[in-house]
């Protein structure tokens, strides 16, 4: 987190009234686990302050380096300001950026800490971090690194973890899946279409709007969607998944710039909202009605794919008769879906323990991560996704190295 000391900050009176909150803010930077700057006169006034003790070395170091420090300020999405009284300043908005913050509230030293990045698992959280790292590397954002602690959300209880982080003095960032099956229309609550575990995390930011906790719903239906063919294929290949040809073929034909299209109109993506882990079954769209939203986003797709693909399984009868023909009139609709057998995009597997596996080699596995950088960051769609997720990230775990702090000159107690 980039934090920055506002001027209403900037008197003798506040830090001796907040001395304890300031040294916590000190110790954030001292460690390394958060950027700490400010407006000139505040950190000059800091820098000089005997009444903070040994911290008094940090903001120092701070002062001498505010340049720098602002340069790097710019390149973010949106920073913490702390200000005497947040009342004062309008409320953030979602895309402000900047947030406000209460000096009041740095009174502990858990908000100097790194920011928990809070994910519908510990994995997940994990492969969070490291597409913001390498977003970071394939921007080439010069000091700034990744620090962050990944948690597991509990899944579908991933809403009740955030909400004990929003009681706990801590910056905390949850991410979920969209779930979503297809680009629906968002109501006014703007819940339409996501799964439970994004709609309780979003209500669950409603419910509390603190400003050191946020969340972010990836734009796509799971994270296994965050990554193309070239990566399953890498996979496969050495695990020699021979079974799994037809389906990467598929997956294949589905990303070519033929299709491009219908397959890969932004927003309107198919691999957005396809089930990559088990398949998207035509039986399941075919059991909604024909008003429905996802009915007809997948419907006229699965219609186009059967003119034109060879690698697709859909039957002709449930194409024609728009009815799964292996769903009867009764009996449980799960039962009913299972039994389809018309995949209207690949069943590639599990297969996020490989990435997280392969993301912690890191130096090792040179070959992955240019891979990933080639095949996804740089890609002109997915790399806009990928981006967006980076970004957000970055703002909310950005650091620097540990402050080495050097005492000011004994022959002289100003900054200059």
């Known amino acids: 987190m980039f934090i920055y000391l506002h001027e209403s900050l900037a008197s003798n009176q506040i830090i001796e009234l907040y001395a304890d909150h300031f040294c916590n803010i000190a110790l954030a930077a001292r460690e390394g686990n958060h950027i700490v700057s400010g407006d000139r006169i505040i950190m000059k006034l800091l820098a000089e302050s005997k009444i903070l003790g040994r911290e008094r070395e940090v903001y120092f170091t701070l002062y001498n380096k505010l340049q720098?420090?602002?340069?790097?300020?710019?390149?973010?999405?949106?920073?913490?300001?702390?200000?005497?009284?947040?009342?004062?300043?309008?409320?953030?908005?979602?895309?402000?950026?900047?947030?406000?913050?209460?000096?009041?509230?740095?009174?502990?030293?858990?908000?100097?800490?790194?920011?928990?990045?809070?994910?519908?698992?510990?994995?997940?959280?994990?492969?969070?971090?490291?597409?913001?790292?390498?977003?970071?590397?394939?921007?080439?954002?010069?000091?700034?690194?990744?620090?962050?602690?990944?948690?597991?959300?509990?899944?579908?209880?991933?809403?009740?973890?955030?909400?004990?982080?929003?009681?706990?003095?801590?910056?905390?960032?949850?991410?979920?899946?969209?779930?979503?099956?297809?680009?629906?229309?968002?109501?006014?609550?703007?819940?339409?279409?996501?799964?439970?575990?994004?709609?309780?995390?979003?209500?669950?930011?409603?419910?509390?709007?603190?400003?050191?906790?946020?969340?972010?719903?990836?734009?796509?239906r799971d994270i296994e969607n965050l990554f193309f063919y070239e990566v399953y294929e890498y996979f496969f290949l050495k695990k020699k998944k021979d079974d799994k040809k037809q389906d990467l073929s598929f997956?294949?034909?589905?990303?070519?710039?033929?299709?491009?299209?219908?397959?890969?109109?932004?927003?309107?993506?198919?691999?957005?909202?396809?089930?990559?882990?088990?398949?998207?079954?035509?039986?399941?769209?075919?059991?909604?009605?024909?008003?429905?939203?996802?009915?007809?986003?997948?419907?006229?797709?699965?219609?186009?794919?059967?003119?034109?693909?060879?690698?697709?399984n859909i039957r002709k009868d449930c194409i024609d008769a728009k009815r799964c023909s292996e769903n009867p009139d009764h009996g449980n609709t799960k039962e009913k879906i299972k039994k389809c057998q018309c995949f209207i995009t690949p069943n590639l597997g599990e297969i996020l323990e490989d990435i997280d596996q392969y993301f912690e080699q890191g130096e090792r596995e040179e070959t992955f991560v240019n891979l990933l950088n080639r095949s996804c960051l740089q890609d002109p769609i997915l790399g806009k996704v990928w981006e967006e997720i980076g970004e957000k990230i970055t703002a909310w775990c950005c650091s620097v190295e540990a402050i080495r702090t050097s005492s000011p000159s004994r022959n002289s107690n100003t900054a200059q």
């Open 251 to 312: 997956f294949k034909e589905l990303i070519d710039s033929h299709s491009q299209h219908i397959f890969r109109k932004e927003k309107h993506c198919v691999l957005w909202y396809a089930d990559i882990k088990n398949g998207t079954r035509l039986g399941k769209v075919l059991i909604r009605n024909s008003d429905d939203q996802i009915y007809q986003f997948w419907i006229g797709y699965a219609m186009y794919l059967f003119e034109r693909s060879e690698l697709c």
């Open 68 to 220: 720098d420090l602002n340069s790097i300020r710019k390149k973010l999405k949106f920073h913490m300001k702390v200000v005497e009284d947040a009342s004062k300043y309008p409320r953030s908005t979602e895309n402000c950026s900047e947030q406000i913050l209460n000096i009041s509230e740095f009174s502990k030293s858990s908000l100097s800490q790194p920011t928990t990045l809070l994910g519908e698992d510990e994995k997940d959280a994990r492969v969070y971090q490291k597409i913001a790292e390498s977003y970071l590397k394939e921007k080439e954002l010069g000091l700034i690194r990744i620090n962050c602690v990944p948690c597991d959300g509990n899944g579908d209880k991933i809403g009740k973890k955030f909400k004990s982080a929003q009681k706990q003095l801590i910056f905390c960032l949850g991410i979920a899946d969209s779930d979503q099956e297809a680009p629906v229309i968002k109501s006014i609550h703007g819940l339409d279409g996501y799964g439970n575990t994004a709609k309780a995390l979003m209500k669950a930011r409603e419910s509390n709007n603190t400003a050191r906790c946020d969340i972010y719903i990836i734009p796509v």
